[in-house]
């Protein structure tokens, strides 16, 4: 069975940063897809981005380019999510997804994920 734990979140300051990590366990992900989201108050599940687990491409979301960096660590089974440049619109819940690849294809969307984490919180503070 599938299990991901999201850690590492937490209150900080406009401009600081925070990684968040994902420990992934129950298969092997080689072919998987491991993505981050967010959702924030009375908002739509927000894509971030994602990295492929067996040769770790990378894609991310407009709203993060340049600020978020996605990575995975194979040999812990653990997948990261750094923070730089925090604002106030970042504080939101921060969740970890998996899928499957599905070759050319892009997934961005919430309901193409299959294996979800519990999610945790980051708050930004003005």
């Known amino acids: 069975q599938v299990q991901l734990v999201e850690s590492g979140g937490g209150l900080v300051q406009a401009g600081g940063s925070l990684r968040l990590s994902c420990a992934a366990s129950?298969?092997?992900?080689?072919?998987?897809?491991m993505g981050w989201f967010r959702q924030s108050a009375g908002k739509e599940r927000e894509f971030i981005g994602f990295?492929?687990?067996?040769?770790?491409?990378?894609y991310y979301a407009d709203s993060v380019k340049g600020r978020f960096t996605i990575s995975r660590d194979k040999d812990s089974n653990t997948v990261y999510l750094q923070m730089n440049s925090l604002k106030p619109e970042d504080t939101a819940v921060y969740y970890c997804?998996?899928?499957?690849?599905?070759?050319?294809?892009?997934?961005?969307?919430?309901?193409?994920?299959?294996?979800w984490g519990q999610g945790t919180q980051v708050t930004v503070s003005s």
């Open positions: 997804a998996a899928r499957q690849v599905v070759s050319g294809l892009i997934a961005t969307a919430p309901r193409r994920y299959d294996y």
């Open positions: 129950g298969r092997t992900f080689s072919g998987y897809v």
């Open positions: 990295v492929g687990w067996s040769g770790g491409t990378t």
